[in-house]
């Protein structure tokens, strides 16, 4: 009896130590996920940045036409973008929205803080 209460005693104290090191980690990132930009509802967001960073431009329906090549500003791109618009949205690498450059289309609810390429125009969708 007296050894295999010798022989549990390290195997508690290993479990004992492994669940204070994990718990403490996992309830840390259960406390904190990750942080998305502010984007409010029926808005595209694009962010200069990675990671929801940088200066921010929003769009909205009202000052969009529907299905329409929307180039941002000159010398302007966006690295990182939420569809908030209720409709889906396809980001450019092209100012043009040409289709022999890079392009992605984002459904609603969408949030990329790493977008593939440097996105220059958008188009959003009847639906």
């Known amino acids: 009896m007296r050894k295999i ?8 104290a290993l479990t004992a130590a492994l669940t ?31 990671d929801f960073t940088g ?10 036409d529907i299905e329409s090549c929307v180039p941002l500003p000159s010398g302007t791109t966006a690295a990182s ?3 908030r618009t209720g409709r889906p949205v396809t980001a450019y690498q092209s100012r043009e929205c040409a289709e022999t450059a890079e392009f992605r289309t984002y459904p609603t609810g969408s949030w990329a803080p790493e977008t593939p390429y440097q996105v220059r125009a958008f188009k959003i969708w009847e639906r």
């Open 5 to 12: 209460i010798t022989a549990a005693v390290p195997a508690l």
């Open 81 to 83: 973008l939420a569809n």
């Open 20 to 50: 204070a090191t994990l718990v403490p980690a996992a309830a840390a990132w259960a406390a904190a996920p990750p942080r998305l930009g502010n984007c409010g509802a029926g808005q595209l967001c694009l962010w200069r940045g990675g």
């Open 55 to 64: 200066a921010r431009q929003t769009h909205e329906l009202a000052g969009v």
